[in-house]
């Protein structure tokens, strides 16, 4: 077997949050760290690859192309991945070529880059993208953005087994809801699935709308054929992907401070700051009882140095 088994991954811890805003909101959340599941390939990362790992070493592929921008964590776990347990990597990037933390380490794990430029990436989900990269890299197997599609969510489906796990070492006989980041929308239509309707999936959307994020979770849930599905979305993008502002930034550091637990601005750091807000404006009951993911994508702090 060519690509490697996530499958084997060690347990993510399940932690209790403690924030003086929860408490006083009578919320409790627990934290799945899949943040410390690996240095590198961290994160919901591998839980969104398992299956297109499969389907590559099925097709008998020599290793995997896909998409992403210069600060990709789906990239850099893929390449990090690659370098590791020997296969081949090819990554399409968006925009023009530039340096950055990220760029620096796709190119030391081996990747072989493509830059797009902005009009080529946005035609990504056109009908042919794919036939003239399948030409140039025959034996590559094609992985869509941020490991994204229904092969994708399936592969996070099993992130609801992991927490019921642990359930018991909280004290929790159960859980009232999720809420997570949202960049593809595919780790939360793994959870949709998995769910099925017994309980509600809360999406933080780390990109705008017009990103396509809820197109894409409905078209998942519909190709999976579910009947019953409970998810909500919210728009917590600050303005756009990959924007920070001194809220967001001082909000980070009080929750690390308080927390001792590392969030990034793009993803983890927008998503809790959401439920917080969502939580002072009494959305939730006291006494709920919240899963918040830690999607990992730590090393992408990186490209914010300064302003940490």
């Known amino acids: 077997m060519l690509f490697p088994s996530p499958n ?49 070493d099925l097709a008998g592929a020599k290793g995997i192309i896909s998409l992403g921008g210069a600060h990709s964590n789906h990239l850099h776990a893929l390449a990090a991945a690659g370098k590791r347990f020997g296969f081949s990597t090819v990554g ?61 969510a399936i592969g996070c489906m099993q992130l609801k087994a992991r927490v019921h ?40 959307l780390a990109v705008p709308d017009d990103h396509g994020v809820a197109q894409q979770v409905e078209s998942i849930v519909l190709e999976a ?28 550091e009080q929750t690390e401070l308080a927390s001792s637990i590392a969030l990034e601005p793009l993803y983890t750091g927008k998503a809790l700051l959401m439920l917080k807000q969502q939580v002072d404006a009494g959305k939730f009951d006291k006494g709920t009882r919240l899963i918040f993911i830690h999607t990992g994508g730590l090393q992408g702090r990186r490209g914010f140095s300064s302003q940490f």
Request: with cysteine; aromatic share 12%; net charge negative.
């Open 92 to 152: 399409l990037l968006r925009g023009h070529p530039q340096e950055t933390p990220t760029v620096n380490d796709l190119q030391a794990f081996g990747m072989q880059l493509h830059w797009l430029g902005y009009g080529g990436y946005r035609a990504r989900h056109e009908a042919g993208f794919w036939h003239s990269w399948q030409t140039q890299y025959p034996d590559l197997h094609p992985v869509p953005e941020g490991g994204g599609g229904l092969q994708g």
């Open 8 to 56: 084997g991954l060690p347990q993510a811890p399940l932690e209790p949050l403690h924030l003086d805003w929860l408490n006083t909101a009578g919320i409790e959340v627990a934290i799945l760290r899949l943040d410390q599941i690996d240095p590198l390939i961290s994160g919901n990362k591998w839980f969104k690859l398992i299956e297109h790992l499969k389907t590559a």
């Open 225 to 252: 054929g579910l009947q019953h599905s409970d998810y909500q979305l919210f728009d917590a993008s600050r303005g756009g992907f990959a924007k920070v502002d001194a809220l967001l930034l001082e909000f980070i």
């Open 165 to 204: 796990k642990q359930l018991s070492g909280l004290g929790w006989s159960g859980y009232d809801g999720w809420w997570l980041a949202c960049g593809t929308g595919t780790t939360l239509a793994g959870l949709v699935l998995a769910e099925a309707g017994e309980h509600p999936v809360y999406g933080a």
